[in-house]
Protein backbone atom coordinates (compact mmCIF):
# COMPACT_ATOMS: atom_id res chain seq x y z
CA UNK A 1 0.00 0.00 0.00
CA UNK A 2 2.97 2.44 -0.08
CA UNK A 3 1.94 4.20 -3.17
CA UNK A 4 -1.75 5.10 -1.40
CA UNK A 5 -0.19 5.92 1.67
CA UNK A 6 2.05 8.44 -0.15
CA UNK A 7 -0.77 9.78 -2.21
CA UNK A 8 -3.02 10.08 0.62
CA UNK A 9 -0.38 11.55 2.60
CA UNK A 10 0.26 14.05 -0.10
CA UNK A 11 -3.18 14.57 -1.31
CA UNK A 12 -4.29 15.76 2.92
CA UNK A 13 -1.16 17.92 3.51
CA UNK A 14 -2.03 21.57 4.29
CA UNK A 15 0.48 24.27 5.26
CA UNK A 16 -0.67 24.09 8.92
CA UNK A 17 1.10 20.72 9.41
CA UNK A 18 4.49 21.70 8.23
CA UNK A 19 6.47 22.95 11.67
CA UNK A 20 8.49 26.13 11.25
CA UNK A 21 12.16 24.77 10.77
CA UNK A 22 10.42 22.58 7.46
CA UNK A 23 8.86 25.69 6.03
CA UNK A 24 11.92 27.46 6.56
CA UNK A 25 14.29 24.64 4.87
CA UNK A 26 11.73 24.70 2.12
CA UNK A 27 12.00 28.42 1.35
CA UNK A 28 15.88 27.68 1.66
CA UNK A 29 16.04 24.95 -0.86
CA UNK A 30 13.98 27.16 -3.18
CA UNK A 31 16.36 29.87 -2.93
CA UNK A 32 18.89 27.64 -3.47
CA UNK A 33 17.67 26.16 -6.69
CA UNK A 34 16.62 29.31 -8.36
CA UNK A 35 20.35 30.34 -7.79
CA UNK A 36 21.61 27.55 -9.14
CA UNK A 37 19.14 27.81 -12.28
CA UNK A 38 19.89 31.35 -13.26
CA UNK A 39 23.74 30.19 -12.88
CA UNK A 40 23.41 27.56 -14.93
CA UNK A 41 20.92 29.03 -17.28
CA UNK A 42 24.06 30.18 -19.93
CA UNK A 43 25.80 26.90 -20.09
CA UNK A 44 26.08 25.09 -23.27
CA UNK A 45 24.20 22.18 -22.10
CA UNK A 46 21.30 24.65 -21.47
CA UNK A 47 21.91 26.59 -24.82
CA UNK A 48 22.21 23.52 -26.52
CA UNK A 49 19.03 21.93 -25.52
CA UNK A 50 16.99 25.31 -25.36
CA UNK A 51 18.43 25.67 -29.37
CA UNK A 52 17.52 22.34 -30.58
CA UNK A 53 13.86 22.01 -29.20
CA UNK A 54 12.98 25.62 -30.00
CA UNK A 55 11.03 24.36 -32.94
CA UNK A 56 9.11 22.32 -30.65
CA UNK A 57 8.11 25.21 -28.10
CA UNK A 58 4.35 25.67 -27.46
CA UNK A 59 2.70 28.49 -26.41
CA UNK A 60 4.72 30.57 -23.59
CA UNK A 61 3.16 30.06 -20.32
CA UNK A 62 5.90 29.16 -18.22
CA UNK A 63 9.23 31.17 -17.24
CA UNK A 64 12.63 29.98 -18.11
CA UNK A 65 15.51 31.63 -15.50
CA UNK A 66 18.53 33.74 -16.15
CA UNK A 67 17.12 35.78 -19.13
CA UNK A 68 16.91 39.28 -19.48
CA UNK A 69 13.63 40.43 -19.30
CA UNK A 70 11.05 37.75 -19.75
CA UNK A 71 11.46 34.61 -21.70
CA UNK A 72 8.90 32.43 -21.74
CA UNK A 73 8.06 29.11 -23.37
CA UNK A 74 5.70 26.32 -23.17
CA UNK A 75 5.28 24.84 -19.48
CA UNK A 76 6.92 21.28 -20.10
CA UNK A 77 9.73 22.08 -21.69
CA UNK A 78 10.63 25.31 -18.76
CA UNK A 79 10.46 22.38 -17.02
CA UNK A 80 12.82 20.33 -18.78
CA UNK A 81 15.39 23.69 -19.51
CA UNK A 82 15.22 25.03 -15.97
CA UNK A 83 15.66 21.74 -14.53
CA UNK A 84 18.78 21.16 -16.86
CA UNK A 85 20.12 25.18 -15.44
CA UNK A 86 19.51 24.33 -11.67
CA UNK A 87 21.35 20.61 -11.86
CA UNK A 88 24.59 21.65 -14.64
CA UNK A 89 27.00 22.66 -12.54
CA UNK A 90 26.30 20.61 -9.97
CA UNK A 91 26.06 22.73 -7.53
CA UNK A 92 22.12 22.51 -6.05
CA UNK A 93 21.17 21.20 -2.85
CA UNK A 94 21.69 17.30 -1.82
CA UNK A 95 19.52 15.06 0.69
CA UNK A 96 23.22 13.65 2.43
CA UNK A 97 21.34 10.31 3.46
CA UNK A 98 20.64 9.52 -0.53
CA UNK A 99 23.00 12.33 -2.31
CA UNK A 100 19.81 12.97 -4.33
CA UNK A 101 19.58 16.74 -5.11
CA UNK A 102 15.88 16.54 -4.49
CA UNK A 103 14.66 20.31 -5.60
CA UNK A 104 16.15 20.74 -9.43
CA UNK A 105 12.84 18.13 -10.42
CA UNK A 106 10.32 19.19 -8.05
CA UNK A 107 10.81 22.95 -8.42
CA UNK A 108 11.40 22.98 -11.94
CA UNK A 109 8.14 20.80 -12.32
CA UNK A 110 6.42 22.94 -9.81
CA UNK A 111 7.54 26.35 -11.06
CA UNK A 112 6.52 25.95 -14.92
CA UNK A 113 2.72 24.06 -13.28
CA UNK A 114 1.95 27.26 -10.83
CA UNK A 115 2.86 30.04 -13.58
CA UNK A 116 0.80 27.67 -16.31
CA UNK A 117 -2.00 27.57 -14.09
CA UNK A 118 -1.47 30.62 -12.25
CA UNK A 119 -3.38 31.93 -8.96
CA UNK A 120 -1.77 29.88 -6.20
CA UNK A 121 -0.22 31.34 -2.85
CA UNK A 122 2.89 31.55 -1.69
CA UNK A 123 1.80 28.81 1.16
CA UNK A 124 0.52 26.52 -1.58
CA UNK A 125 3.31 26.37 -3.50
CA UNK A 126 5.31 25.49 0.03
CA UNK A 127 3.04 22.49 0.92
CA UNK A 128 3.23 21.33 -3.00
CA UNK A 129 7.47 21.55 -2.87
CA UNK A 130 7.54 20.11 0.71
CA UNK A 131 5.50 17.33 -0.19
CA UNK A 132 7.32 16.83 -3.63
CA UNK A 133 10.79 16.34 -1.86
CA UNK A 134 9.60 14.56 0.84
CA UNK A 135 7.95 11.98 -1.65
CA UNK A 136 11.44 11.62 -3.30
CA UNK A 137 13.66 11.20 -0.53
CA UNK A 138 11.42 8.38 1.10
CA UNK A 139 11.14 6.25 -2.06
CA UNK A 140 15.33 6.84 -2.55
CA UNK A 141 15.66 5.73 0.95
CA UNK A 142 14.03 2.43 0.37
CA UNK A 143 16.22 1.85 -2.32
CA UNK A 144 18.95 3.14 -1.25
CA UNK A 145 22.38 2.20 -1.93
CA UNK A 146 21.71 -0.84 -4.32
CA UNK A 147 19.88 1.45 -6.64
CA UNK A 148 22.16 4.12 -6.58
CA UNK A 149 25.73 1.19 -6.85
CA UNK A 150 24.15 -0.92 -9.69
CA UNK A 151 23.80 2.28 -11.90
CA UNK A 152 21.12 4.24 -11.25
CA UNK A 153 20.73 8.29 -11.33
CA UNK A 154 18.86 8.33 -7.84
CA UNK A 155 18.12 11.80 -8.25
CA UNK A 156 16.40 11.35 -11.73
CA UNK A 157 14.69 8.48 -10.94
CA UNK A 158 13.24 9.42 -8.18
CA UNK A 159 12.69 12.70 -9.19
CA UNK A 160 10.02 12.16 -11.29
CA UNK A 161 7.78 10.66 -8.55
CA UNK A 162 9.01 13.79 -6.33
CA UNK A 163 8.11 16.14 -9.18
CA UNK A 164 4.66 14.17 -10.00
CA UNK A 165 3.82 14.55 -6.49
CA UNK A 166 4.42 18.14 -5.85
CA UNK A 167 2.13 19.07 -8.89
CA UNK A 168 -0.31 16.82 -7.85
CA UNK A 169 -0.24 18.64 -4.73
CA UNK A 170 -0.80 22.27 -6.20
CA UNK A 171 -3.61 21.17 -8.41
CA UNK A 172 -5.66 19.49 -5.60
CA UNK A 173 -5.99 15.93 -7.04
CA UNK A 174 -7.16 13.44 -5.34
CA UNK A 175 -5.57 10.62 -3.54
CA UNK A 176 -6.43 7.94 -6.32
CA UNK A 177 -5.71 10.49 -8.32
CA UNK A 178 -2.28 11.13 -7.03
CA UNK A 179 -1.83 7.50 -6.56
CA UNK A 180 -1.94 7.12 -10.68
CA UNK A 181 0.05 9.77 -10.55
CA UNK A 182 2.72 8.36 -9.17
CA UNK A 183 2.58 5.42 -11.34
CA UNK A 184 2.68 7.38 -14.41
CA UNK A 185 6.00 8.89 -13.45
CA UNK A 186 7.31 5.72 -12.03
CA UNK A 187 7.24 4.27 -15.31
CA UNK A 188 9.10 6.81 -16.40
CA UNK A 189 12.62 5.60 -15.07
CA UNK A 190 15.73 7.73 -16.14
CA UNK A 191 18.81 8.59 -15.83
CA UNK A 192 22.56 6.39 -15.88
CA UNK A 193 25.42 6.96 -13.87
CA UNK A 194 27.66 6.57 -16.71
CA UNK A 195 26.07 9.54 -17.93
CA UNK A 196 28.29 11.79 -15.56
CA UNK A 197 30.75 14.08 -16.54
CA UNK A 198 28.19 15.42 -19.77
CA UNK A 199 26.06 17.55 -20.67
CA UNK A 200 23.55 14.07 -20.20
CA UNK A 201 23.76 14.08 -16.39
CA UNK A 202 22.04 17.27 -16.00
CA UNK A 203 19.45 16.36 -18.64
CA UNK A 204 18.35 13.64 -16.25
CA UNK A 205 17.04 16.42 -13.66
CA UNK A 206 15.51 18.32 -16.45
CA UNK A 207 14.11 15.35 -17.99
CA UNK A 208 12.46 14.16 -14.59
CA UNK A 209 10.97 17.51 -13.83
CA UNK A 210 9.13 17.12 -17.13
CA UNK A 211 8.06 13.61 -16.71
CA UNK A 212 6.77 14.28 -13.32
CA UNK A 213 4.68 17.43 -14.83
CA UNK A 214 3.16 15.02 -17.51
CA UNK A 215 2.32 12.61 -15.03
CA UNK A 216 0.41 14.57 -12.76
CA UNK A 217 -1.64 16.90 -15.39
CA UNK A 218 -2.35 13.49 -17.62
CA UNK A 219 -3.57 11.89 -13.75
CA UNK A 220 -5.58 15.17 -13.79
CA UNK A 221 -7.08 14.20 -17.39
CA UNK A 222 -7.94 10.91 -16.29
CA UNK A 223 -5.27 8.40 -17.44
CA UNK A 224 -5.03 5.56 -15.08
CA UNK A 225 -1.72 3.42 -13.98
CA UNK A 226 -1.41 0.70 -11.85
CA UNK A 227 -2.05 2.08 -7.47
CA UNK A 228 0.37 -0.24 -6.23
CA UNK A 229 3.22 1.15 -9.08
CA UNK A 230 5.70 1.13 -6.05
CA UNK A 231 5.42 -1.61 -4.23
CA UNK A 232 4.01 -4.25 -6.81
CA UNK A 233 6.11 -7.15 -7.55
CA UNK A 234 6.59 -5.59 -11.22
CA UNK A 235 6.37 -1.89 -9.81
CA UNK A 236 9.20 0.77 -9.59
CA UNK A 237 11.21 -0.20 -6.11
CA UNK A 238 10.91 -4.26 -7.27
CA UNK A 239 12.49 -3.72 -11.12
CA UNK A 240 14.90 -0.46 -9.51
CA UNK A 241 15.91 -1.60 -6.35
CA UNK A 242 18.07 -4.37 -7.53
CA UNK A 243 17.49 -6.89 -4.51
CA UNK A 244 14.22 -8.34 -3.65
CA UNK A 245 14.67 -9.13 -0.41
CA UNK A 246 13.37 -6.73 2.02
CA UNK A 247 12.19 -3.59 -0.33
CA UNK A 248 7.97 -4.37 0.56
CA UNK A 249 9.49 -3.70 4.50
CA UNK A 250 11.91 -0.73 3.32
CA UNK A 251 8.76 0.94 1.17
CA UNK A 252 6.75 0.50 4.96
CA UNK A 253 9.25 1.90 6.90
CA UNK A 254 10.09 4.96 4.97
CA UNK A 255 6.90 5.61 3.13
CA UNK A 256 3.83 4.03 5.57
CA UNK A 257 2.63 6.40 7.97
CA UNK A 258 3.27 5.92 11.32
CA UNK A 259 5.44 2.67 10.68
CA UNK A 260 5.10 0.16 13.78
CA UNK A 261 8.63 1.31 15.87
CA UNK A 262 10.29 2.93 12.92
CA UNK A 263 9.39 6.59 13.75
CA UNK A 264 10.63 6.99 10.09
CA UNK A 265 8.04 6.90 7.92
CA UNK A 266 6.05 10.26 6.08
CA UNK A 267 5.36 12.56 8.95
CA UNK A 268 1.33 13.15 10.08
CA UNK A 269 -0.23 15.05 12.37
CA UNK A 270 -0.38 12.74 15.66
CA UNK A 271 1.90 10.20 13.64
CA UNK A 272 5.35 9.42 14.52
CA UNK A 273 7.86 10.46 11.06
CA UNK A 274 10.75 12.11 10.14
CA UNK A 275 11.03 15.74 7.54
CA UNK A 276 13.57 14.73 4.91
CA UNK A 277 14.02 18.34 3.84
CA UNK A 278 15.51 19.32 6.81
CA UNK A 279 17.91 16.78 6.23
CA UNK A 280 19.08 18.78 3.39
CA UNK A 281 22.09 20.31 2.76
CA UNK A 282 23.33 22.94 0.38
CA UNK A 283 26.84 23.09 -1.46
CA UNK A 284 30.18 25.32 -0.70
CA UNK A 285 31.82 23.68 -3.97
CA UNK A 286 30.02 22.72 -7.44
CA UNK A 287 30.79 19.36 -7.79
CA UNK A 288 30.55 15.54 -6.48
CA UNK A 289 30.24 16.03 -2.89
CA UNK A 290 32.88 13.19 -2.17
CA UNK A 291 35.36 15.26 -3.65
CA UNK A 292 34.15 18.39 -1.09
CA UNK A 293 36.70 16.90 1.88
CA UNK A 294 39.47 17.16 -0.35
CA UNK A 295 38.87 20.63 -1.83
CA UNK A 296 38.52 22.09 1.73
CA UNK A 297 41.73 20.44 3.19
CA UNK A 298 43.45 21.60 -0.35
CA UNK A 299 41.93 25.63 0.41
CA UNK A 300 43.52 25.22 3.86
CA UNK A 301 46.81 24.19 2.69
CA UNK A 302 46.75 26.90 -0.23
CA UNK A 303 46.69 29.42 3.33
CA UNK A 304 49.19 27.39 5.21
CA UNK A 305 51.81 27.90 1.72
CA UNK A 306 50.83 31.51 1.44
CA UNK A 307 51.51 32.06 5.28
CA UNK A 308 54.95 30.03 4.95
CA UNK A 309 56.06 31.93 1.60
CA UNK A 310 55.94 28.77 -0.19
CA UNK A 311 54.81 28.39 -3.75
CA UNK A 312 52.46 25.75 -4.91
CA UNK A 313 54.68 25.56 -8.00
CA UNK A 314 57.27 23.99 -5.99
CA UNK A 315 55.35 20.75 -4.54
CA UNK A 316 56.92 17.69 -5.45
CA UNK A 317 53.77 15.29 -4.75
CA UNK A 318 50.21 15.43 -3.20
CA UNK A 319 49.49 12.29 -1.50
CA UNK A 320 45.32 11.81 -0.40
CA UNK A 321 43.56 9.70 1.08
CA UNK A 322 39.90 9.14 0.76
CA UNK A 323 36.97 6.77 0.84
CA UNK A 324 36.84 3.82 -1.87
CA UNK A 325 33.74 5.67 -3.07
CA UNK A 326 35.70 8.57 -4.03
CA UNK A 327 38.12 7.33 -6.51
CA UNK A 328 34.73 4.93 -7.93
CA UNK A 329 32.79 8.20 -8.82
CA UNK A 330 35.16 10.97 -9.28
CA UNK A 331 38.17 8.73 -10.17
CA UNK A 332 38.54 11.04 -13.82
CA UNK A 333 43.21 11.65 -13.71
CA UNK A 334 42.74 13.31 -16.61
CA UNK A 335 39.32 15.19 -17.44
CA UNK A 336 39.08 16.87 -20.64
CA UNK A 337 36.25 19.49 -19.89
CA UNK A 338 34.87 21.00 -16.86
CA UNK A 339 32.03 18.49 -16.73
CA UNK A 340 34.45 15.99 -16.42
CA UNK A 341 36.09 18.12 -14.02
CA UNK A 342 33.36 17.95 -11.84
CA UNK A 343 34.39 13.99 -11.07
CA UNK A 344 38.46 14.30 -10.76
CA UNK A 345 39.24 14.60 -7.07
CA UNK A 346 42.83 15.26 -8.57
CA UNK A 347 41.29 18.79 -9.98
CA UNK A 348 39.42 19.20 -6.98
CA UNK A 349 42.75 19.07 -4.98
CA UNK A 350 44.55 21.46 -7.93
CA UNK A 351 42.23 23.93 -7.28
CA UNK A 352 41.90 24.51 -3.86
CA UNK A 353 46.11 24.56 -3.74
CA UNK A 354 46.69 26.20 -6.73
CA UNK A 355 43.21 28.87 -6.23
CA UNK A 356 42.44 28.59 -2.57
CA UNK A 357 38.76 28.34 -3.56
CA UNK A 358 36.40 26.22 -5.60
CA UNK A 359 33.82 27.99 -7.27
CA UNK A 360 31.96 27.43 -10.83
CA UNK A 361 35.00 29.78 -12.54
CA UNK A 362 37.16 26.95 -11.20
CA UNK A 363 35.33 24.36 -13.38
CA UNK A 364 35.14 26.06 -16.79
CA UNK A 365 36.30 24.16 -19.29
CA UNK A 366 39.81 26.72 -20.18
CA UNK A 367 40.86 25.95 -16.06
CA UNK A 368 40.54 22.44 -16.66
CA UNK A 369 42.90 22.41 -19.46
CA UNK A 370 45.26 25.13 -18.17
CA UNK A 371 48.66 23.93 -17.93
CA UNK A 372 49.36 25.39 -14.19
CA UNK A 373 46.17 23.36 -12.78
CA UNK A 374 47.05 19.99 -15.30
CA UNK A 375 50.59 20.03 -13.82
CA UNK A 376 49.47 20.23 -9.70
CA UNK A 377 46.82 17.89 -10.84
CA UNK A 378 49.22 15.41 -12.52
CA UNK A 379 51.24 15.15 -8.98
CA UNK A 380 48.35 13.61 -7.09
CA UNK A 381 48.51 10.65 -6.05
CA UNK A 382 45.10 9.64 -4.64
CA UNK A 383 44.62 5.92 -2.87
CA UNK A 384 41.55 3.93 -1.03
CA UNK A 385 41.27 3.63 2.31
CA UNK A 386 38.26 1.92 3.94
CA UNK A 387 38.79 3.53 7.38
CA UNK A 388 38.21 6.70 6.24
CA UNK A 389 34.73 7.89 6.09
CA UNK A 390 32.86 9.48 3.02
CA UNK A 391 33.17 12.71 4.15
CA UNK A 392 36.58 12.53 5.17
CA UNK A 393 39.99 13.07 3.83
CA UNK A 394 43.70 12.99 4.63
CA UNK A 395 46.59 15.17 2.38
CA UNK A 396 50.05 15.01 2.68
CA UNK A 397 51.93 17.60 0.50
CA UNK A 398 55.37 17.36 0.18
CA UNK A 399 57.63 20.49 -1.43
CA UNK A 400 60.99 20.30 -3.98
CA UNK A 401 62.95 21.15 -0.31
CA UNK A 402 61.10 18.57 1.94
CA UNK A 403 58.73 20.42 3.79
CA UNK A 404 55.97 18.26 4.33
CA UNK A 405 52.34 19.33 5.30
CA UNK A 406 49.44 17.43 6.51
CA UNK A 407 45.64 18.16 6.61
CA UNK A 408 42.83 16.21 7.88
CA UNK A 409 39.75 16.78 7.22
CA UNK A 410 37.75 14.74 9.29
CA UNK A 411 34.08 16.05 8.20
CA UNK A 412 33.09 17.67 4.93
CA UNK A 413 31.79 21.57 5.16
CA UNK A 414 28.46 20.65 6.55
CA UNK A 415 27.89 17.07 5.78
CA UNK A 416 26.55 15.61 9.00
CA UNK A 417 24.22 16.57 11.43
CA UNK A 418 26.91 18.27 14.22
CA UNK A 419 28.35 20.29 11.55
CA UNK A 420 25.08 21.78 9.91
CA UNK A 421 25.63 25.52 10.26
CA UNK A 422 23.11 27.71 11.56
CA UNK A 423 20.84 29.21 9.94
CA UNK A 424 21.49 33.15 9.33
CA UNK A 425 24.86 31.44 8.30
CA UNK A 426 23.03 28.88 5.55
CA UNK A 427 21.02 32.07 4.61
CA UNK A 428 24.32 34.12 3.61
CA UNK A 429 25.56 31.80 1.82
CA UNK A 430 22.63 31.05 0.27
CA UNK A 431 22.43 34.64 -0.73
CA UNK A 432 26.09 34.50 -1.51
CA UNK A 433 25.70 31.83 -4.13
CA UNK A 434 22.68 33.69 -5.48
CA UNK A 435 24.58 36.40 -6.31
CA UNK A 436 27.91 34.34 -7.65
CA UNK A 437 25.36 32.72 -9.88
CA UNK A 438 23.97 35.86 -11.16
CA UNK A 439 27.09 37.71 -11.56
CA UNK A 440 28.47 34.53 -13.73
CA UNK A 441 24.93 34.81 -15.60
CA UNK A 442 25.77 38.48 -16.16
CA UNK A 443 29.05 38.23 -17.38
CA UNK A 444 28.82 35.53 -19.88
CA UNK A 445 24.94 36.01 -21.29
CA UNK A 446 24.35 36.47 -24.90
CA UNK A 447 20.80 36.09 -24.89
Known amino acids: ?????????????????????????????????????????????????????????????????????????????????????????????????????????????????AEWKGGYSGKEFLVALTAGIEAECKVGLAVWPEHYDVGWHITSTTGSIGAAVAVSKLLSLSTVQTAHAIGIAATQVVGLREMFGSHTKSFHVGRAAQNGLMAAVLAQGGYTSSEQALEAKRGWSNVVGVTKEGLSQSLEKWIGVGATGSGLGLPAVGQPGRWEILRNSFKPFPCGIVIHPIIDGCVQLHHDLASQALDVKDVRSVHISVHPLVLELTGKRKPKDGLEGKFSVYHGAAIGLLYGKGTPAQYEDDVVQDARVIAI???????????????????????????????????????????????????????????????????????
Not at 32 to 42: M, P, T, V
Not at 392 to 405: F, H, Q, R, S, Y
Not at 415 to 421: D, E, L, N, Q, R
Request: aromatic share 8%; charged share 20%; hydrophobic share 40%.
Open 1 to 113: MATYYLASWASNLKYSDLPQDVIAAAVRSFYNWAGCAIGGSNHPATTIAYNSLKPFFGPPTASLLGHKGKLSIDAQHAALLNGIASHVHDYDDTHLDTIIHPTGPVASALLAA
Open 377 to 447: RDKVDAKADTSIAADEAKIILTMADGTVLEKHVQHALWAGKSTYPSRKHMESSIRKQLRLNADTWRAHHTC
